[in-house]
Each structure stands twice: as structure tokens, then as C-alpha cells.
């Protein structure tokens, strides 16, 4: 085989075989296709797309290029969620306890902060001595023990998607739907699952801005899913705000506790509780979606799901004590009040700007090396259609980077629009997918 070929034949719109997929995903793993000529390929992947078919092969090379996790020995049904990223979603940290403690295995290998999004790695590394880094050996252990096991990315979980990802972040290729769907899926596959519940967030603070793609997206996974015989559901949420009022790493675990403590945040519990429910039914626990969402508000007032989170934490080596007494966790060295210039109803927001502002703060990368500060990041007050009068406090901000505070507060003032009229309320949970 010869890699111009393949590239011309993707490029000019016709679909490629396994063997072929197999020669240039794999010949690129091991470094013997050079990184023009994937990129190349990938450049014609995302004006071309892919076939269904194709999509699943590509995700099945990928998946291959690494372990897949066995996770035969441990009974009963293994469910997983995935989204696709948005501000302020800490929904994994609520829902994964929530499941387990209604008999579902959820094994979650999870990611970092990606552009302006928040990763779950990043939050739970803010629990003092939390550990994401575990061997699969202690993985399945921890899963064994408590239903439950949470960990980041190992070098053996599809090799190809960390070197393919990295060469789109630099050549525009990003947002491909084949291209995202091979990447979440040969990671999401190689957990060892049976069944996987899709979050795909659209709006202004999404990837997936429009609905349509969204929409597109939430197709493309689900076919993958249902091309290796998993169980699968999807929905399509709303991202065109903050989701709860808690945005970074530490403070997003402090709103996880809250809500695992009983407090109820309208928004975040809604999504939250239609998630967990939705793991709970492909767990076979109950009949159906409506019964999951019944049993994940039980289990959160009678504190079990709490109890699972502790019970997590303690295996993977953090210290216990911050979820037990959250308000003793280190303080930043700056904070400021952010107060609003007008008055009237909030209209939109544009929430892109609020996860780059977060980011500013400290709560996430600019660089791929830079240090994540666990206590940096904002806590939100408003809510769209809420009212606002002038000199009302928006938002606060915690950083340790007292240089960033006035560009942050003057970005979150522009990401507000602030109308006479109050909006027409929106749906959160837009649409289900089966
Ligand atoms: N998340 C992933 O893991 N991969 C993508 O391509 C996009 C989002």
C-alpha cells in the first residue's frame, strides 16, 4: 500500500477499506507514516467525512492500537457517560456515585481541561492526595471494591487517539465528526463497558455551538456504539450558560458535594439526575429513564451517593476530610466582586468567554505546560432570564494572579447581554437519542 494513494482516495471523497485504515492509522502510531502525510489524510477526513461504516473502523483501529480492558471477572452491567465538554460541568463527580450506589459498575477514564472546557482529572486532582494515576491492576481493583473507579488516560488505552489528537489540535482537524467520534469512542470502548450514556452540550459555551451538528455528533456516536454492541443513550443539553454556579477545579468539587449533600442547584441537578438515571436503566437496575431519576434523588437524600464519593476518594488515596468540612480548603490570594454596569433582564451569555475567563484565572491551560491553580476560577450568580439591577453582584472571582483580574472582570462583563425584555426560557435537556 501506498500512503499518496490513500490520501488522494480520501481526498477525493471515496471510502477507505480496514486493511487501509490499518495501514495509515497504524503505520502513523509507529512513526512510519511522517506527520505531513497524516495530516494530509486528516485534512481530507474533515472535508470529506466518512461513511457510518468507515467511522466504526476507524474507531475500531484506534481502539486496537491499544488494550481493551477486560472486565469479565467483575459482575453486573458496566456503564459509562461522556460529554462532550462544556463550563462548569461537574456532572461526572455527581453522577458516577450516584449509579454505583444503585449497583452499577461505572469504570470512567477520564480527561483534562480541553480548550475552554473543564476535565474531570483536573477537578478530582484538586482533592488533596487524590490519585488519577493508577495501573489497570488497581483499576479493576478499586472498580471490584467499590463499584466505582475514576482515573485518567493511561499510556495503553488507544495509543493512536493521543498521537492523532495532538496533530489535529495543530492542523486544524479538530472538529471532524468521524475524527471526534474515533477519538471518544476507542477511548470510551477500551473501559470494558457494556453501555454509555452520551451529554452533548450545545449552545455558546459548546464545541458544538449549533444544534444541528450537535445533533450530527450525538448520531455519529451512537451508531459507533451500536456498530461494537453497546448499549447506548444520548442527550443533547443546553450550554448556553454556566451549568450550576460553580466554575473550577476545586470549587466545581465543592458544588459536587453540595449537590451529593442534598442542596439542590435547579440546573445542574436537572441534568445531572436525567444522566444518572439514564446509567441507572442501562444498568438494568430499573424499567425505565423516569424510575433512574427517582432512585438518583433517593440515593442523594439518604446519602449513599455521598457515602459511594467518600468511599472513592479514600481508595484512590485522597483525604476525606475536605468533603466532610469543604469550607477549610486553602482560599485564593485575590478575589473580586464583579458588579453590573446595567440594569434589566439577562438576555445571553456568551459562555465561551466565561471558560476562557475561568481559564485566565488560573483554572485551566494556556500552554500545555502550565500549572493548574485547584483554587482559581468563578462563582456565577446569575442565571439567563434572571433580573439585574446596577451595581449588583454578577459574579466573584478567586485567582492567585492578581495581574489577570481586571481583563477577566471586563471579559465576563462583555459575555453578558442585558435586555429590557425578559427571555423566552429554554429547555435544558433539548433532546434524547436511542
Ligand atoms: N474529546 C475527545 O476525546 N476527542 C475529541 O476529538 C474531541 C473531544
Redesign the pocket.
Known sequence: MNPIELIRKKRNGEELTKNEMMYLVLGYTKNKIPDYQFASFLMAVYFNGMTTDETAILTEVMLYSGKVIDLSSIKGMKIDKHS??GVGDKTSLIIAPIAAAAGVNVPMIS?RG?GHTGGTLDKLEAIPGYSTNLALRDYKKVLKKCGLVLIGQTKEIAPADKLI?ALRDVTAT?ESIP??TG??MS?KLAEGIDGLVLDVKTGSGAFMQKFSDAKALAQSLINTAKAFDKKVLAFITDMNQPLGNYIGNWLEVYEAIKVLRGEIVPDLCEVSFTLSGAMIYLGKKVKSIKEGIDLSKKLVANGRAFEKFVELVKLQGGDVSYLYEPEKYPKSKHKLKVKSKTEGFVSAIDTYQIGVAALELGAGRLKKEDVIDPKAGIIFHKKLGDKLSKGEIVAELFTNNKKVLADTEKRIINALRVTDNKPKKQKLIKLIMR
Open positions: 462532550t465538554g480527561g480541553l489528537y479538530v475524527l471526534i477519538s471518544i477511548k
